[in-house]
């Protein structure tokens, strides 16, 4: 029996340990001292109690500052003993006081949104809230952003014109770094420090927290499509908040409200994921560094972007049609996504970007001739030879060229 509380998991507090000890321990410090190893799966919807004055008294309080409940579990809805033990673990790699797991990553970013407060409004949720974002984003919360879907308005900002864009009413500044698809990166410490008291928001789905950890460079809220690295296996569908505990608070009664949650089985999979992390997300590095090496080297292959920071992503523009690229792979799988153990590749413009108007996508970096590589863990001489049939006739030797192009 799963005896961690709903909201906030309660497990031992220990000294702080390094990421690859907190990444196969945290949120499971109870667990032997309950006769158990794997973490239970609690599936339940609802949970008896015969108190029914206490339970009047624990919802008031949640309904007060969004704290996790004190106590056994009341419906699922409010929170969950398994996804909890996630949010503990994640908010340890991250090193926020809190997270708070959400259905996906658009979920996750939707309940930001929604949360935020009108400054000089007492409660979130009232009157225009105005965001300034860095382009690129993944190309859905571009979307969300420009369409306003949620009574928001973005200015879109170069990092270095965050300062001047933020307005009395900005209720939030948005980046992400390495950015989807690109790899662009930017400076959080410099972009918190424009941001002033505006919250800022970094995504780090694609740095993890093996390789950044926002939070330290004055990030107040981390997101994750958790669906990515974090799940790690491509059968989780998840997001996540990583935050201090007063904007926690304010996601809960968000989630609750809204019911974008987690289900446990999902959440029991993304602990499972986060045990191998650190490993996952070196290994899978190192396949990408070389590949970006051997992409910039060869003549077939206009421009690499890998990140200064590393990582296991890489994109390149090919001088030929892109479409068939993608069309000529058979160990690397052909998808949208990332962050899986196996490798796959997308052409942005057609998938994750389409959404975003075609200008303003070319505009961000996003070209036609852009592909976007996810790399796996496979051995990197068989990705190579898959990436060198599927990249076509061998062409004039041009890789000088190429590698001087090799953005960081
Ligand atoms: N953020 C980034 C950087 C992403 O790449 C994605 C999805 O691709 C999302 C957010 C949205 O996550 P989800 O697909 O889990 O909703």
Same mark, same amino acid.
């Given at each position: 029996?799963?005896?961690?509380?709903?909201?906030?998991?309660?497990?031992?507090?220990?000294?702080?340990?390094?990421?690859?000890?907190?990444?196969?321990?945290?949120?499971?410090?109870?667990?032997?001292?309950?006769?158990?190893?794997?973490?239970?799966?609690?599936?339940?919807?609802?949970?008896?109690?015969?108190?029914?004055?206490?339970?009047?008294?624990?919802?008031?309080?949640?309904?007060?500052?969004?704290?996790?409940?004190?106590?056994?579990?009341?419906?699922?809805?409010?929170?969950?003993?398994?996804?909890?033990?996630?949010?503990?673990?994640?908010?340890?790699?991250?090193?926020?006081?809190?997270?708070?797991?959400?259905?996906?990553?658009?979920?996750?970013?939707?309940?930001?949104?929604?949360?935020?407060?009108?400054?000089?409004?007492?409660?979130?949720?009232?009157?225009?809230?105005?965001?300034?974002?860095?382009?690129?984003?993944?190309?859905?919360?571009?979307?969300?952003?420009?369409?306003?879907?949620?009574?928001?308005?973005?200015?879109?900002?170069?990092?270095?014109?965050?300062?001047?864009?933020?307005?009395?009413?900005?209720?939030?500044?948005?980046?992400?770094?390495?950015?989807?698809?690109?790899?662009?990166?930017?400076?959080?410490?410099?972009?918190?420090?424009?941001?002033?008291?505006?919250?800022?928001?970094?995504?780090?789905?694609?740095?993890?927290?093996?390789?950044?950890?926002?939070?330290?460079?004055?990030?107040?809220?981390?997101?994750?499509?958790?669906?990515?690295?974090?799940?790690?296996?491509?059968?989780?569908?998840?997001?996540?908040?990583?935050?201090?505990?007063?904007?926690?608070?304010?996601?809960?009664?968000?989630?609750?409200?809204?019911?974008?949650?987690?289900?446990?089985?999902?959440?029991?999979?993304?602990?499972?994921? /986060?045990?191998? =992390?650190? &490993?996952?997300?070196?290994?899978?590095?190192?396949?990408? $560094?070389? #590949?970006? +090496?051997? !992409?910039? %080297?060869?003549?077939?292959?206009?421009?690499?972007?890998?990140?200064?920071?590393?990582?296991?992503?890489?994109?390149?523009?090919?001088?030929?049609?892109?479409?068939?690229?993608?069309?000529?792979?058979?160990?690397?799988?052909?998808?949208?996504?990332?962050?899986?153990?196996?490798?796959?590749?997308?052409?942005?413009?057609?998938?994750?970007?389409?959404?975003?108007?075609?200008?303003?996508?070319?505009?961000?970096?996003?070209?036609?001739? /852009?592909?976007? =590589?996810? &790399?796996?863990?496979?051995?990197?001489?068989?990705?190579? $030879?898959? #990436?060198? +049939?599927? !990249?076509? %006739?061998?062409?004039?030797?041009?890789?000088?060229?190429?590698?001087?192009?090799?953005?960081?």
């Amino acid at each position: 029996m799963d005896t961690a509380s709903t909201g906030a998991y309660d497990g031992v507090r220990t000294a702080p340990r390094a990421l690859a000890t907190e990444a196969v321990h945290a949120g499971r410090d109870d667990l032997a001292r309950q006769g158990l190893h794997a973490p239970p799966i609690d599936l339940s919807t609802t949970y008896p109690s015969y108190d029914s004055r206490a339970e009047a008294a624990r919802i008031d309080a949640f309904a007060t500052d969004g704290a996790g409940l004190a106590g056994p579990p009341v419906y699922a809805r409010l929170g969950n003993p398994t996804v909890a033990r996630f949010e503990t673990a994640l908010a340890r790699l991250e090193g926020t006081e809190s997270a708070v797991a959400f259905a996906s990553g658009m979920a996750a970013l939707s309940a930001v949104l929604l949360a935020l407060p009108t400054p000089g409004s007492a409660r979130a949720g009232q009157g225009p809230r105005h965001v300034v974002a860095v382009r690129p984003l993944y190309g859905c919360s571009d979307h969300l952003l420009t369409a306003g879907l949620l009574g928001t308005e973005v200015t879109w900002a170069d990092p270095d014109g965050i300062a001047d864009a933020l307005r009395p009413d900005t209720g939030l500044v948005m980046v992400e770094s390495p950015a989807n698809p690109t790899l662009a990166e930017v400076d959080l410490r410099a972009v918190a420090d424009a941001c002033g008291p505006v919250p800022l928001l970094a995504d780090n789905t694609f740095a993890t927290p093996v390789l950044q950890r926002p939070a330290g460079q004055g990030a107040r809220l981390v997101l994750h499509s958790a669906t990515k690295y974090l799940g790690g296996h491509g059968d989780v569908l998840a997001g996540v908040v990583a935050c201090d505990e007063e904007f926690a608070g304010r996601l809960r009664r968000i989630r609750f409200a809204t019911g974008g949650v987690l289900h446990p089985l999902a959440g029991y999979l993304l602990l499972r994921g /986060l045990s191998t =992390l650190p &490993v996952r997300v070196r290994a899978a590095s190192a396949n990408a $560094a070389e #590949l970006a +090496r051997r !992409l910039a %080297a060869d003549p077939r292959v206009a421009r690499v972007r890998y990140p200064r920071l590393g990582g296991a992503m890489v994109a390149f523009e090919v001088h030929d049609d892109p479409h068939e690229v993608i069309s000529r792979v058979r160990l690397v799988t052909p998808a949208v996504s990332l962050g899986s153990v196996d490798t796959l590749i997308q052409h942005p413009a057609s998938l994750s970007h389409r959404i975003v108007d075609a200008d303003d996508r070319r505009g961000a970096g996003v070209t036609d001739r /852009l592909l976007r =590589l996810s &790399v796996g863990l496979e051995d990197v001489d068989d990705l190579w $030879a898959d #990436l060198d +049939r599927a !990249l076509g %006739a061998p062409r004039e030797r041009q890789g000088a060229e190429a590698l001087r192009e090799t953005v960081r």
